[in-house]
C-alpha cells in the first residue's frame, strides 16, 4: 500500500505554486540483489494533477525520475480553500489520489 | 543489511569519478556548485513523507497492550512531543538510564505497548517500500517537532555527566586496523573526505552545524537516518564492529554531542546527499 | 581504589603514560573501555578483538585533543619503526597504475565488505595526489610532486615505503592508517602504492 | 540551416545531437490520453532512438528554454535537481532527456493553457552526461541542453 502524498498548494500572485512529494521506489529494473537477480522495474507512469475538474500538468514519466519523486509547478488562478487533486498510477498498476487545500 | 546498496553505490562512484575527473571545472568552482546542488534539495525534503507516517503511527494504538505512544514520555510529561528532542538524551528514572530519543522509543515500545524488543527492533533502518522503517518514521515526527528549537542539554544530573565525559572518551577512542577514530576525521576545522567537507565535533559551531541537521533524508538511500544510524555507519567507517542499536556507548556519545550542539536552534529532519 | 586504578592503567597503558591523568579520568577511561566492550558486536570479518587496543592505540587515544609531550611521541615512533619490514628483495617500487586503483579503492575491512577483497588504501579519501582526480581529501597533505619534490632518490623511495607500512614511526599518533604494520595492505600493494607517489612517469610527479 | 546546425553542435556538443536536429516528428502526448504511456519512447537507449521514437521534427535551439536551479555539478547522481523553464510562446509540452542514461527519456509534461511552462523535478543520472529540455510550442520543436557532471564522495564503498 502506498504512502499518501504530501502536496502543498499555494496563492502566489495570480497563480497557484503545487509542490508534491510523493512516496514510490522507482526501481529501474537496471540493479542487481545480492544473488546478482535483477529487481523488476516498478516506477510511475503517469502523474495527473486536476483542479476544479481541469487537468492543470500531466506527465509520462520512466524509471530514471529519483526515488520518493518531487514535483513543482504552477497555474493560473486558483483559489483559497480550493482543493488540488494529484493521482499517480505506476507500472504495476498501483494508483494513488491525494488532494490538498490551496493556502 | 544495507549490502546491495553499498556496493551499488561504490559501483557508480567508480564510474561517476572517471568522468568527472576527465573534464571538471577547477576545486573551487567545484565546491560552489555542490552548494547550488545542496541548496537545490532543501525545497521539497522527502523527509515530510517519513514525518507524515510517523505522526501517523505515534497516534496509532499498537502492540499487544493496542496503546499508542501518546503515553509515552520523552521527558516533558506523557505524549509531550514539542520541544522534547532538543533535550535529548536525559536520565530516565523509571528506566534508571540514560536514553536518547531511538533508546527511549524502544522502551515506550516494549513497556508501554508490550512490544517484545525484537519486535520493537525489527526494522530499525529502514530498506525500500517493502521494508519500511517505523522507528525512522516515528523519530523523523519527534524530531520535527522540535524544529527551531534551541538545543538544551542538561548535565545536572550526575548519570548525565558521566555519559558525557564516556563520549567524550569514545570521541577519542582509537581502534581497529586503521587506527581511526571519531577525532580522526572530525578533530579539525576545514578538512574534507573527497568532496565532503567534515565538521571539526570538537568546536561548538561544529557540533552545532552537525547534531541539529540530523536526522536527515539521504539522497544516496533514499531513507531518512537516526543519530543512531549516523553513530552506527560511522563506526562501520572506521571498521570497527557492528554499533549495538541504543548501546550505552551510542548514548553516551550522543550525549557528548548533543550537550556540544546546545544553543544552537535544532533544524532537522534535514536533506542531506 | 583510586591508586590501584592508576596502577591497573599502568599495567595495560604504556608505562609512557604514567600516571600523568588524573585518578578519576582513568576510572572514566576504564569505565569507557567496559562500556566499549558491551555496546558493539561482531559482524562479518569485524571481530570484537578490533576494540583492543595496543600500546599505540592506547596512548594516542589518552592524548588525543591535547599535546602530545616529546618523550611520548619520541618512544611511540621508536616503537613503530621497529616494526617496519622492508622487502627482502629490496624492491619498494612497484607499478604505480595499479597503486592509483588502490589509492582509490575505499572498501576492505568494513564488516560490510567482502573479506575476500578488495581492499584499498583510499589515499585519495584524504590526500591530493594525480591532479586529475578533483575529487580528493584534505585530511592529509597534498601529494601532488611528491617524488618531484623531493628527488627521485633511494632515500625518497625508502621513507615512502615505510610511510605507509607504518606512519606513526615519522609522526607519532598520526591519522593516517599503518597500513603494514597492521595488514591492511600486501606488500605488493604498498610498493604499488610507492610507484605512484615516486616514479617519475606517475601522473603525480607530471 | 547549416548556421543553426552548426551553433547546435557548439551548444550541445556530438554527433548524435546532429542526429536529433535531423529527426522528424516528435509525438507528444495529449492531455486527453494522459493515461497513455509511450512505451516505445522510454525503451529507447539512445538519442537517436528516443528522438525517432518521439517523431519529433527538427528542435531548434533556443535561448528561449532555459534551465533553472539546476546544479553543473550533483553531488549524487541518484538525485538531480532539474528546473526547467520555457518562455517559448504556446509551450504545449516539455520533456527531460538525459544523454547518457540507460534509457534515455527521463519524463514528458504536458502544459495545458493556463499552465506555467515552467516546472521543477528530480532524475536519476548514471553518470556526468548532457541533459536535454525538449519543448514543444505551438507545433514546433526546441531545445537547450546543459552538462551536468555527478560525483559521488565518501570515505568507504
Not at chain 4, 10 to 32: E, H, I
Request: with cysteine; net charge positive; aromatic share 8%.
Amino acid at each position: 500500500m502506498a504512502d499518501p502524498m504530501k502536496i502543498r498548494a499555494n496563492v502566489v500572485g495570480d497563480s497557484t505554486e503545487v509542490k508534491v512529494l510523493m512516496n514510490h521506489e522507482m526501481e529501474t529494473g537496471q540493479r542487481k540483489d545480492a544473488q546478482g537477480k535483477t529487481i523488476p522495474a516498478w516506477f510511475i507512469q503517469n502523474v495527473t494533477a486536476t483542479y476544479n475538474g481541469k487537468t492543470v500538468l500531466a506527465a509520462q514519466w520512466g524509471p530514471a525520475v529519483a526515488k520518493n519523486p518531487f514535483l513543482a509547478f504552477k497555474f493560473k488562478g486558483g483559489a483559497k480553500g480550493e482543493k488540488v487533486q494529484i493521482t499517480w498510477t505506476d507500472n504495476r498498476g498501483d494508483k494513488r489520489t491525494d488532494e490538498a487545500t490551496i493556502a | 543489511m544495507n549490502q546491495i546498496r553499498w556496493r551499488l553505490a561504490a559501483g557508480v562512484a567508480g564510474v561517476a569519478l572517471a568522468t568527472f575527473a576527465a573534464h571538471a571545472p577547477g576545486q573551487g568552482s567545484t565546491v560552489d556548485e555542490i552548494a547550488k546542488y545542496r541548496a537545490a534539495l532543501q525545497d521539497g525534503n522527502p523527509a515530510e513523507l517519513w514525518e507524515a507516517r510517523g505522526e501517523e503511527l505515534w497516534k496509532r494504538p499498537r502492540g499487544p497492550k493496542n496503546v499508542s505512544l501518546e503515553r509515552c514520555d520523552l521527558g516533558l510529561g506523557p505524549g509531550v512531543v514539542k520541544g522534547a528532542y532538543a533535550q535529548l538524551p536525559r536520565f530516565f528514572s523509571d528506566a534508571n538510564r540514560v536514553m536518547d530519543l531511538e533508546t527511549r522509543l524502544l522502551y515506550c515500545m516494549t513497556t508501554d505497548q508490550g512490544m517484545t524488543d525484537a519486535d520493537a527492533r525489527k526494522q530499525l533502518f529502514g530498506n525500500g517500500n517493502d521494508r519500511k522503517s517505523d522507528m525512522e518514521a516515528i523519530v523523523a515526527y519527534v524530531t520535527s517537532e522540535s524544529k527551531g528549537v534551541k538545543m538544551n542539554v542538561a548535565l545536572d544530573d550526575a548519570h548525565v555527566r558521566e555519559m558525557y565525559a564516556l563520549g567524550e572518551r569514545m570521541f577519542y577512542f582509537r581502534g581497529g586496523p586503521h587506527d581511526f577514530s571519531c577525532a580522526t576525521c572530525h578533530g579539525e576545522d576545514g578538512k574534507r573526505i573527497r568532496l565532503q567537507d567534515l565538521p571539526n565535533l570538537t568546536t561548538k559551531e561544529g557540533a552545532q552545524k552537525a547534531y541539529t541537521t540530523w536526522p536527515a533524508y539521504r539522497v544516496s538511500q533514499g531513507e531518512v537516518r537516526t543519530f543512531q544510524w549516523r553513530l552506527y555507519d560511522c563506526f562501520r567507517q572506521q571498521r570497527f564492529p557492528e554499533l549495538v542499536y541504543g548501546s550505552d556507548a551510542s548514548i553516551a556519545l550522543t550525549t557528548f554531542l548533543a550537550r556540544n550542539a546546545n544553543g544552537a536552534a535544532f533544524d532537522a529532519p534535514a536533506i542531506k546527499r | 581504589m583510586r591508586i590501584s586504578t592508576c596502577m591497573t592503567w599502568i599495567a595495560v597503558a604504556a608505562a609512557a603514560v604514567g600516571c600523568a591523568t588524573t585518578p578519576s579520568d582513568s576510572e572514566v577511561n576504564a569505565k569507557a573501555a567496559q562500556m566499549l566492550k558491551a555496546s558493539f558486536r561482531e559482524a562479518g570479518q569485524a571481530k570484537l578483538d578490533r576494540l583492543d587496543q595496543d600500546d599505540t592505540q592506547r596512548t594516542c587515544s589518552l592524548y588525543a585533543g591535547k599535546a602530545l609531550p616529546k618523550d611520548v611521541a619520541a618512544r611511540i615512533e621508536a616503537a613503530n619503526l621497529a616494526t617496519i619490514r622492508y622487502p627482502a628483495d629490496g624492491k619498494l617500487v612497484g607499478d604505480w597504475k595499479n597503486g592509483e586503483k588502490i589509492a582509490q579503492e575505499g572498501r576492505g575491512k568494513q564488516f560490510s565488505d567482502d573479506p575476500k577483497g578488495p581492499v584499498g588504501a583510499n589515499c585519495y579519501a584524504c590526500h591530493q595526489l594525480a591532479p586529475q582526480e578533483l575529487s580528493y581529501g584534505t585530511i592529509g597533505p597534498s601529494l601532488y610532486r611528491f617524488g618531484r619534490t623531493r628527488g627521485f632518490t633511494d632515500e625518497t623511495r625508502k621513507y615512502a615505503y615505510g610511510k605507509v607500512y607504518n606512519a606513526d614511526a615519522f609522526a607519532a599518533c598520526s591519522n593516517m592508517p599503518r597500513f603494514g604494520h597492521s595488514g591492511i595492505l600486501t606488500d605488493a600493494q604498498i610498493r604499488d602504492v610507492v610507484a605512484l607517489l615516486v616514479d617519475p612517469d606517475s601522473p603525480v610527479n607530471k | 540551416m547549416d548556421v543553426k546546425r552548426r551553433k547546435l553542435l557548439k551548444q550541445g556538443g556530438g554527433v548524435t545531437l546532429l542526429a536529433l536536429v535531423t529527426a522528424a516528428g516528435w509525438a507528444v502526448p495529449s492531455a486527453a490520453v494522459a493515461q497513455t504511456w509511450n512505451k516505445d519512447a522510454f525503451d529507447t537507449h539512445s538519442l537517436d532512438e528516443t528522438v525517432k521514437a518521439l517523431g519529433a521534427t527538427a528542435p531548434v535551439p533556443s535561448k528561449d528554454v532555459t534551465f533553472v536551479s539546476t546544479p553543473d555539478i550533483a553531488e549524487n547522481g541518484a538525485v538531480v535537481p532539474i528546473g526547467i523553464v520555457s518562455n517559448v510562446p504556446k509551450t504545449e509540452a516539455i520533456a527531460i532527456l538525459v544523454e547518457k542514461n540507460p534509457n534515455m527519456l527521463a519524463a514528458v509534461f504536458d502544459i495545458p493553457a493556463g499552465t506555467d511552462p515552467s516546472l521543477s523535478t528530480r532524475i536519476k543520472m548514471g553518470q556526468s552526461s548532457n541533459v536535454y529540455a525538449l519543448v514543444k510550442a505551438d507545433g514546433k520543436y526546441y531545445v537547450a541542453s546543459k552538462e551536468i557532471k555527478v560525483t559521488l564522495g565518501g570515505c568507504g564503498g
